[in-house]
């Protein structure tokens, strides 16, 4: 079982639309959660901290789980622009990816 | 300030040849984390320093791979000899450390053996 594992996707949606992404992980000592947007032929760059009371950045929500070892990343309102790969990213000494999920946002 | 620096940008090497990446990371980061990322296998850790130490290299896929930091704002990704399976795009990045501390990258190393 891989140490992170994410919904590889794609998902093709129209603007405005709402998507959400899953992940778990298999370590259950893990101790700092992220997600990360990638850009085609770019490095992945950081979109927000997971928090346990779940944390929101304007159309952005995220929310953590402990017990079921799970995360996810909510998007409302969704731009051309928020078409990107989308990372899962869990930490306990080092910084483990999940192989992240496609979305495209369509007009 | 400077983010993550790697050169070089893009390599195109033939098999047999050896390969050395390289990395500067954020002033002040004491992490420093080299991946390599491929379509097929997502992005893999190799191996990650904390204050120049390596402290996990089990990500290395095999004895043709090793990694250095001299001091802590140099680190180097050798591969000798490369191999075909070796082309990737190899990003460095770097951390303050600590729980909930974030990863910076690098543009990252787009390596071609051909």
């Known amino acids: 079982r891989k140490e992170v594992e994410q919904d590889p996707g794609p998902f093709n949606v129209p603007e405005g639309a709402t998507v959400a992404f899953n992940c778990t992980y298999s370590?259950?000592?893990?101790?700092?959660f992220f997600w990360y947007r990638q850009d085609c032929r770019k490095e992945p760059k950081l979109l927000m901290s997971?928090?346990?009371s779940g944390n929101e950045d304007g159309r952005f929500t995220a929310q953590l789980n402990r017990a079921s070892q799970y995360i996810s990343l909510l998007i409302r309102d969704s731009k051309l622009s928020d078409s990107a790969t989308y990372l899962c990213?869990?930490?306990?000494?080092?910084?483990?990816f999940g192989a992240g999920t496609r979305l495209t946002v369509k007009p | 300030d400077a983010g993550v620096i790697q050169s070089p940008r893009h390599e195109v090497t033939e098999m047999g040849q050896e390969v050395t990446l390289r990395c500067k990371p954020i002033?002040?980061?004491?992490?420093l984390f080299w991946y390599r990322q491929t379509m097929m296998r997502g992005l893999e850790l190799l191996i990650y320093?904390?204050?120049?130490?390596?402290?996990?290299d089990s990500g290395m896929p095999e004895d043709r791979f090793s990694a250095k930091m001299p001091n802590a704002s140099f680190s180097t990704l050798k591969i000798q000899p490369s191999e075909p399976r070796d082309s990737a795009v190899y990003f460095c990045?770097?951390?303050?450390?600590?729980?909930?501390?974030?990863?910076?990258f690098g543009s990252g190393t787009q390596l071609s053996v051909l």
């Open positions: 990045a770097s951390s303050r450390g600590g729980e909930g501390e974030k990863l910076f």
């Open positions: 370590n259950s000592a893990s101790q700092s």
């Open positions: 997971v928090y346990s």
């Open positions: 990213v869990v930490k306990k000494n080092d910084m483990r």
């Open positions: 002033s002040g980061h004491n992490s």
């Open positions: 320093f904390n204050n120049n130490v390596p402290i996990d």
